[in-house]
């Protein structure tokens, strides 16, 4: 029972489980070849390393006991609320705005974060993702929009 309360042997059985159901919810996907890929290749492969790696964690939590802290419910609260956010504000307000307002908000799930260290994080992340995805990859991502 002590290993159910050790961070490394949690964070292994949670890449154990999420890399299986990854595997099995794509298992129906055709595979293809390295050379001519199917829709399955990257994700069922994906699914496997992920398992992979998660047993190896599992496997090196033995060796070590830290017992888990308590679960931070701060973050996992406004993590997921911050996602939700940029998605009701990207059609109706554009990528720019979403995404400052996302990190932003996001910045608010830790106690470190200084406004003014947020702030440039922001604008800097913002801008250079748009330029990476608009400009550079051509996707179609207005940086400011009014669609009230």
Request: proline share 7%; charged share 10%.
């Amino acid at each position: 029972m002590q290993l159910l309360r050790s961070r490394e042997f949690l964070a292994g059985l949670t890449c154990v489980v999420l890399g299986a159901w990854v595997v099995w919810v794509t298992s129906d996907y055709r595979f293809g070849t390295p050379r001519r890929m199917g829709p399955g290749f990257f994700p069922v492969t994906l699914g496997v390393i992920l398992t992979g790696l998660g047993v190896l964690i599992m496997l090196s939590s033995l060796k070590m006991r830290e017992a888990m802290g308590r679960l931070p419910l701060r973050p996992l609260i406004v993590l997921p609320a911050t996602i939700l956010a940029f998605a009701l504000l990207l059609p109706r307000v554009g990528y720019g705005p979403a995404g400052v307002v996302t990190v932003l908000a996001a910045g608010l799930a830790g106690r470190a974060a200084t406004p003014l260290a947020l702030g440039l994080l922001a604008v800097v992340l913002v801008g250079a993702t748009w330029l990476l995805f608009a400009q550079a990859l051509g996707v179609r991502l207005p940086l400011f929009a009014w669609n009230f």
